[in-house]
């Protein structure tokens, strides 16, 4: 295929002024955040007045049960919500309860910061459910990555030892600090675009042919506003930011897409600020720009035949192939397009960014410490080969060190390819694709990337609202977070034990060129290492026989 780029000079300025803005804003939000998470006069006397001393601190397993339990408590509660919805005010439309399975989907998906969506908001969840139910979740989910990367900045600060905050502040401070003021301004600018805010039942209309048209209504701008700085992503419509009610104009859709990679991108340095490594953070950030780069330009190329199939007419090509860059490489999983009709090569690229762990930029707080169990992993294979003792900013990476980081790394890999598998062998699993061969298995092979990589955007033409898919996936997701979580929290706690080491004339810089090198190098070996034999059986293989006219 030709190189003939259908893309006009207001694309490449609008990519200008993204990158310029991410660039910009990045080290100022890190600078609110760090602000956000310290300790006031009046705060401190409010906690005293009942009896909660805020210097009590939690070593790692009581930070990691802290964390746990809000998790259970929350998926629970909205698990009963979704069910019993039908007989609980703010409905206006009568809709009734999920399935049981479907409701264990969607409580579990938002609960770990997923928000796959097997449903469709606006015929299946009451406001009442969006709000008190996927609302607070967005919340929730988006503080507690945060917070674990908070925990491991920590850990590298200190030493001797065991203490890394306390889970219950950090959450609190988080969200009412940082991601409460930052989503009300950001919904205000998205109900001034056109996104709805109302409690109003569903207007029905007639078209110009004298049918009905019902248009659907909600409490939409406040999830919307939430959903994206989050890296939720979950939609209050069915088709998520495609929907002119979701993201309404040009402008709402830019800076959805900012906003999406904002606080992402602001935690390496935060990260950098609080460990007392600001030149390794800012490696980190540049370590995930060059990543997020290269796949953006491979997106844009490989879509680059104006292909309008499954695209907004206002939004175009360019900025369809840059939402699903942007959402992949973040744990967002929004989309302002259908990714099933992307181009192979744009699919497969999508999947690749969530197969790498989603550590470029990754989710809020998760993309962070994804990307610093690499950063242990290549550090540790550097020390094999000269044969010294690998150390990490000052400490140790001892065996235990080691094992955690694996199964942080691993362990996503062996969901997404082992449940794909079982997909693949299941005749009900199999009956759900609207497409045969190689799409019909890229189909199944995204859906559980997404769930493992806990993203949530997905290829659409998997009819997922079954009960194999719907408990398969919880499955993945819940893994997929804790998985990589309890291993960050364990390596924390030895970290933060540990006696920091100066470093010597032998000790491997972690913020030179080289490293950064190094990390890109190991980052892309395990991705290709372990996930190209199946894109070479789904996206790769269609991609080659695109100019063959085979269809699928």
Partial sequence: MPWSSPYVLTNWIELAVFFVLLITLAPLLARWLIASIKPSASEASCFASLGVDLKTEMNWKQYSLALLFIHLIGAGFLFLL?????????????????????????????VTNTNWQAYSGES?????????????????????????????????????????????????????????????????????????????????????????????LGPAASQVAIKQLGTNGGGFFGVNSAHPFENPTPLSNFLQLLA???????????????????????????????????TLAGSLYFENMANMEGKEV?????????????TTVASNGSVNAMHDSLMPGTGGLAMFNMQLGEIVFGGTGSGLYGMVLFAVLTVFLCGLMVGRTPEYLGKKIGGREVIATSIGILLPSLLILGFTALACVVPAALAARTNSGPHGFSE??????????????????????????????????????????????????????QKTIPPSAGTLSSTSVTFALLLVGVILIVGALTFIPALTLGPIVEHLLLPTGKKF
């Fill in 444 to 497: 199944i092979l995204y859906a559980f990337t997404s769930g493992a990589a806990n993203n949530g955007s997905a290829f659409g033409g998997l009819s997922v609202n079954s009960v194999f898919y719907n408990v398969t996936l919880s499955i993945a997701m819940v893994l997929g977070r804790f998985g990589v979580i309890l291993p960050v929290l364990f390596i924390a706690g030895s970290f933060a034990k």
């Fill in 124 to 216: 299946q969840l009451s406001y009442l459910s969006q709000m008190l139910g996927l609302g607070v979740q967005n919340f929730l989910s988006a503080a507690v990555g945060i917070a674990v990367a908070f925990a491991l900045a920590r850990s590298l600060a200190r030493e001797k030892t065991s203490e890394l905050g306390n889970f219950w502040f950090d959450l609190w401070r988080v969200t009412t600090r940082f991601l409460l003021p930052m989503a009300a301004l950001f919904a205000v600018f998205l109900i001034s675009q056109g996104v709805v805010q109302s409690f109003d039942p569903y207007v029905t209309a007639k078209t110009i042919e004298g049918t009905d048209q019902v248009i659907p």
């Fill in 260 to 294: 999406i990679l904002l606080i992402p991108a602001a935690i390496p340095l935060v990260f950098g600020r609080m460990s007392g490594h600001q030149r390794h953070g800012r490696m980190l950030f540049g370590v995930m720009l060059g990543l997020f780069t290269a």
């Fill in 314 to 326: 206002r939004f175009g090509v360019f900025d369809s192939a840059l939402w699903s860059s942007v």
């Fill in 82 to 110: 979704l069910l019993t919805q039908g007989s609980l005010p703010l409905n206006p439309m009568h809709i009734p309860g999920m399935s049981w399975d479907l409701a264990l989907n969607t409580a579990v998906s938002f």
